[in-house]
């Protein structure tokens, strides 16, 4: 049995020569909800981008489920069960609720997607009512729920979300966060979320990194780095 479902050894990387994750290890757990918060410009967004394929890793190791996918394109780690879900351009603007989900299962046969399709519609039934709305017209808040349905049509294990409560009314904010918690507890999903609110991913996450400069400044129990007021007044803004 794999220890961790991830486990990130040493990683340095960035976008061509510009350096901005250093050395950053950690590991998370199957089931878990991996907070990482810090300052604007900390490399919290490059450090998910690093693990899904979308920013060069310098060097280091990328270990999922006890394999090595450090050098795997995007493509070939959605396929083995890993997702990403960036915080803008995240479903298809000008297609209804319909077509967005239709076209996260254009890889499945006609059965396997349709069951698929009432699974997700039965975890959000909010956009059963949306069905024929263009994405476009939807939320700020709607649109991210179709994003996460759109995602959990292919089955991912670990789930990645990059400032998913970004320019969200603050009573939606939290409904999201809701939705988030969701994954881990109904739908036994691993979470790594990266998020700008860190007092409600604190308040959910089981574990935390936070970010500064590029580098790790602590990891541990969430719980712990809420409750340390010296790391969260310098850091994150909280009183």
Do not use: C, W
């Amino acid at each position: 049995m794999v220890e961790y479902m991830l486990s990130v050894s040493n990683l340095n990387a960035g976008y061509g020569k510009f350096h901005i994750v250093f050395d950053a290890s950690f590991n998370v757990a199957e089931r878990e909800i991996l907070t990482v918060v810090g300052p604007n410009g900390s490399g919290k967004s490059t450090l998910l981008k690093a693990l899904f394929g979308l920013a060069t890793i310098y060097s280091g190791s990328v270990i999922f489920k006890g394999s090595n996918i450090t050098g795997y394109p995007p493509h070939v780690k959605a396929r083995i069960g890993l997702a990403y879900l960036p915080q803008t351009d995240n479903v298809f603007a000008e297609l209804s609720v319909r077509e967005n989900i239709i076209m996260a299962s254009y890889t499945l046969d006609e059965n396997e997607a349709r069951d698929r399709i009432e699974e997700v519609l039965s975890v959000y039934p909010i956009l059963k009512q949306r069905l024929d709305y263009k994405a476009k017209s939807l939320s700020g808040g709607e649109r991210q729920i179709l994003a996460l349905a759109m995602t959990l049509i292919r089955r991912p294990e670990l789930i990645m979300l990059d400032e998913p409560t970004a320019n969200l009314a603050p009573l939606i904010a939290r409904d999201l966060i809701k939705k988030i918690v969701q994954l881990r507890d109904e739908l036994k999903k691993t979470v790594i979320l990266v998020e700008q609110n860190a007092r409600a991913a604190l308040e959910v996450g089981d574990k935390a990194l936070l970010m500064v400069s590029g580098k790790i400044a602590y990891e541990g129990p969430a719980g712990a780095l809420l409750k340390d007021v010296e790391l969260g007044k310098r850091y994150l803004g909280l009183r």
